[in-house]
């Protein structure tokens, strides 16, 4: 029988979890200094030192994870899952795959170039895959066991830490995302964007431009090629041409509303409800009939 294993140094395991109902086998959960793990059958409880980063427990997780052929491993892409999981797939020989959308009967399907194609894998090796961690499951915690191995850790510590000025943003759990693109003239114009997303309890994010020309916003809140991929209840794309760098990341979104001045810009053929008009006179009255 087939398993599934969760590489985490966090409870934020959401979006995990949901990929792994899908492979249907028994879930094992390698947790580096966090033990409080809901939605799982097994929790590996792997120690961590004071001061110690979770990379540094990378040798013990590669040893815990005993996975065969047809297994799965996935790794919350986050900076120490990453590194955790690339030695995981080094001590298995195992490919690692990022971008899966689908896991179905031993086949794994991820987008390629953005999501402009998809490839279906199989492998007669275990799968390592790099995939969003996603929010806090609630849920009793199961027991954990605690985990030891023969493996040192790697000899290093945290000396330094510093604040990112904008918090780093999980958008792949979002339920409503309101975005902006060039449409916006001035950085001050995105408030307008943001008071509709506060009446909606949304998420904000924004197209490449906004994130990589004018910093505008953080890059953890661009979508597309270059950014994070959705797949929310409900889409607001303001201001965006809709151009398929952008719209490889949103096209999975349910349902699609498009507010641009432009009526031939490309978007409206992937919108479900599309308005014309000035972003600067339908967000204020759009942020007023939703309070």
Request: net charge negative; hydrophobic share 45%.
């Amino acid at each position: 029988m087939t398993s599934t294993w969760i590489i985490t140094a966090s409870s934020s395991i959401s979006a995990l979890l949901e990929l792994a109902g899908q492979a249907g086998s028994p879930v094992t959960a390698v947790a580096v200094g966090e033990a409080a793990l809901p939605g799982v059958d097994r929790v590996l409880a792997v120690p961590l030192a004071d001061g110690a980063p979770a990379e540094s427990q990378a040798p013990a997780v590669a040893a815990l994870i005993d996975a065969g052929p047809g297994d799965l491993i996935l790794a919350a892409d986050r900076a120490a899952e990453r590194v955790i999981a690339g030695a995981v797939a080094a001590r298995l020989d195992a490919p690692v795959l990022t971008g899966v959308t689908s896991i179905s009967d031993g086949a794994v399907t991820r987008a390629r170039y953005g999501g402009l194609t998809l490839e279906t894998v199989r492998s007669s090796r275990p799968i390592v895959i790099i995939a969003p961690g996603g929010s806090p499951v609630a849920g009793e915690p199961v027991a954990p066991e605690a985990a030891s191995t023969e493996e040192s850790p790697y000899p290093s510590s945290i000396t330094a830490q510093s604040g990112a000025e904008a918090a780093q943003a999980d958008l792949s759990t979002a339920k409503t995302i309101v975005a902006g693109g060039r449409g916006f003239k001035a950085k001050e114009e995105l408030g307008l964007l943001e008071d509709v997303a506060a009446a909606l309890g949304a998420e904000t994010a924004c197209s490449r431009p906004l994130a990589e020309t004018v910093d505008w916003m953080p890059k953890s809140r661009c979508i597309g090629v270059s950014g994070q991929k959705v797949h929310p209840d409900l889409y607001i794309a303001v201001g965006i041409s809709g151009q398929m760098q952008h719209m490889a990341g949103a096209r999975d979104s349910k349902t699609i509303v498009v507010i641009n001045s432009d009526a031939e810009a490309p978007i409206f053929a992937q919108a479900d409800y599309g308005v014309v008009g000035d972003l600067t006179t339908v967000l204020p009255a759009l942020a007023k009939a939703l309070q």
